[in-house]
């Protein structure tokens, strides 16, 4: 696959499958936009693996579940590169909450962090994606099957599962 020259923004891409996925289509071309929110170190390692290899990435820290971070985020992108071909949403969040456990702040932290974040993040982009563009959402397989101690969790990625079907209704026309 060569995707030279088109610009790619990961998010979460500092570690696990983010970082995998920025790292491989740094080699098959891209220019990669690498985001973190906590992990601003492990960030500036992809980037200076990504160089190393002879890619093109810099490092872009946000909060994607504050909607004036994202729109910042994508316009700090677009500002770096020129433009902007596709937004990868590999970043989430994940912990263990028990029934007995669970209140709002765990409900809050995994629905802010893994569905209200795509939303943002595809509300912020879509106006910007070049022609042809892709907005690839990341969920979880075990969102289709009920599982104990991950409520939050699995819900926020049902309803990314969900989400991604209802953008491509509203965007595909445009995209």
């Known amino acids: 696959m060569n ?8 998010t979460g891409a500092a570690r696990r499958i983010g970082r995998a996925l920025a790292e491989d289509l740094a080699a098959a071309g891209a220019l990669l936009a690498v985001h973190y929110r906590t992990s601003r170190d492990e960030a500036f ?4 693996a990504i160089r190393a290899a002879g890619g093109e990435a810099d490092a872009f820290g946000a909060d994607l579940a504050r909607a004036a971070e994202v729109e910042a985020l994508v ?9 902007l ?14 029934w007995e456990k669970l209140d709002e ?6 629905l802010d962090g893994n569905l209200k974040s795509v939303y943002l993040l595809a509300r912020a982009a879509a106006a910007r994606l070049r022609e042809g563009g892709a907005l ?13 101690d991950y409520l939050p969790y699995l819900v926020s990625k049902a ?17």
């Open 85 to 98: 071909d596709a937004v990868i949403a590999s970043h989430g969040c994940m912990k263990k909450t028990p």
């Open 3 to 10: 995707l030279g020259g088109k610009i790619v923004l990961v």
């Open 136 to 148: 690839i959402t990341i969920a979880d397989a075990a969102a289709e099957r009920p599982g104990q």
């Open 75 to 83: 316009q700090q992108v677009c500002a770096r590169f020129g433009g």
């Open 159 to 175: 309803g990314v599962i969900a989400l991604t079907r209802q953008l491509a209704a509203e965007l595909a026309p445009r995209l």
């Open 105 to 110: 702040r765990a409900w809050d932290y995994h």
């Open 45 to 48: 390692d992809t980037v200076a």
